[in-house]
């Protein structure tokens, strides 16, 4: 399984950004998918996920709103859509698949494959 995140970059607040995440050796429409983001000196932390079962779809209290998360299963692929951005959504963020039961979906444990991640920064 590989997880190859794209889209990362400088933007401004305010702005909008889109993260893919491609992945091989695993079906996008398969799988339960998610975001994660780490900035300097803090825990990953969840972003947002997408279940296999049904198209639920779950997010943190803050990108709730803002951020939407979608699969491309033509290109077999993660989508998050990032509007409104704002400097403390700076971090580098990660994709992720798995199989999380329910009351794991928003926990680093839930997902079993990792990229490597991409930076975002954004300026105020």
């Known amino acids: 399984v590989q997880l190859v995140e794209s889209g990362g970059g400088l933007a401004q607040a305010g702005g909008s950004l889109r993260l893919s995440c491609a992945a091989s050796?695993?079906?996008?429409?398969?799988?339960?998918w998610a975001w994660f983001r780490q900035a300097p000196g803090h825990e990953r932390e969840f972003v947002a996920a997408?279940?296999?079962?049904?198209?639920?779809?779950y997010y943190s209290d803050s990108v709730k709103g803002r951020f939407t998360i979608s699969r491309d299963n033509a290109k077999n692929a993660i989508i998050l859509q990032m509007n409104n951005l704002k400097p403390e959504d700076t971090a580098v963020y990660y994709c992720?698949?798995?199989?999380?039961?329910?009351?794991?979906?928003?926990?680093?444990?839930?997902?079993?494959?990792w990229g490597q991640g991409t930076q975002l920064t954004v300026s105020s």
């Open positions: 992720a698949s798995g199989r999380p039961i329910l009351t794991t979906v928003r926990l680093r444990s839930g997902y079993d494959a």
């Open positions: 050796g695993r079906t996008v429409s398969r799988d339960s």
């Open positions: 997408i279940r296999w079962s049904g198209s639920n779809t």
